[in-house]
T-cell receptor, first 114, second 111 residues
Framework: DAGVTQSPTHLIKTRGQQVTLRCSPK?????VSWYQQALGQGPQFIFQ???????QRGNFPDRFSGHQFPNYSSELNVNALLLGDSALYLC?????????????FGPGTRLTVT | RKEVEQDPGPFNVPEGATVAFNCTYS??????FFWYRQDCRKEPKLLMS???SGNEDGRFTAQLNRASQYISLLIRDSKLSDSATYLC????????????FGSGTRLQVQP
């Protein structure tokens, strides 16, 4: 049973460019959340997708957008990259509503903006 | 004030020691609580959920005090393999909601 997978593993982009990151959730999971983790910080919530719609969003600008596909996989798009967007981007998936709401993380995509 | 606050450490302890981490959260309506473990340059992994009655998993014990909005994690008989960053995590509401992470407490267990 494959866990959460993400691609690519590493990415280097130039300021002003656009980037797309991909995530496949754990088998049986229907909800995908994206987080940004800067060095030395905990993950910060970007947004969450369920039933192909954005259900909740954190304090991130509109430059950050996403999509969920019918097979529950998801993409995170970031436009007009800034140096401050350099971080580890984590995707997490979860089962349909459970009392404890556990999430399972993928290995992340490390984005460097130069 | 941060929504979830943790002592960043690092905590440097010898093998076999007992170590405790604390965490406070600001949203009194928070419903679910967790400890995640994150190894260097890896993804966070769920260590354990935290319940009001307290729960134990082997050498790990988690406690929740809703009145004080305080969560703790106790690790007994520390192993070298316990060296990692421990993230205190809160789910503000039930259902498909975002997790709010603390900045993490770094533990280094020394031989």
């Amino acid at each position: 049973d494959a866990g959460v997978t993400q691609s690519p593993t590493h990415l280097i982009k130039t300021r002003g460019q656009q980037v797309t990151l991909r995530c496949s959730p754990k088998s049986g999971h229907d909800t995908v959340s994206w987080y940004q983790q800067a060095l030395g910080q905990g993950p910060q919530f970007i947004f969450q997708y369920y039933e192909e719609e954005e259900r909740q969003r954190g304090n991130f600008p509109d430059r950050f957008s996403g999509h969920q596909f019918p097979n529950y996989s998801s993409e995170l798009n970031v436009n007009a990259l800034l140096l401050g967007d350099s971080a580890l981007y984590l995707c997490a998936s979860s089962l349909p509503d459970r009392g404890t709401y556990e999430q399972y993380f993928g290995p992340g995509t490390r984005l460097t903006v130069t | 004030r941060k929504e979830v606050e943790q002592d960043p450490g690092p905590f440097n302890v010898p093998e076999g020691a007992t170590v405790a981490f604390n965490c406070t959260y600001s949203n009194s309506a928070s419903q679910s609580f967790f400890w995640y473990r994150q190894d260097c340059r890896k993804e966070p992994k769920l260590l354990m959920s935290v319940y009001s009655s307290g729960n134990e998993d082997g050498r790990f014990t988690a406690q929740l005090n809703r009145a004080s909005q305080y969560i703790s994690l106790l690790i007994r008989d520390s192993k070298l393999s316990d060296s990692a960053t421990y993230l205190c995590v809160v789910n503000p509401r039930t259902g498909r909601r975002a997790l709010t992470f603390g900045s993490g407490t770094r533990l280094q267990v020394q031989p």
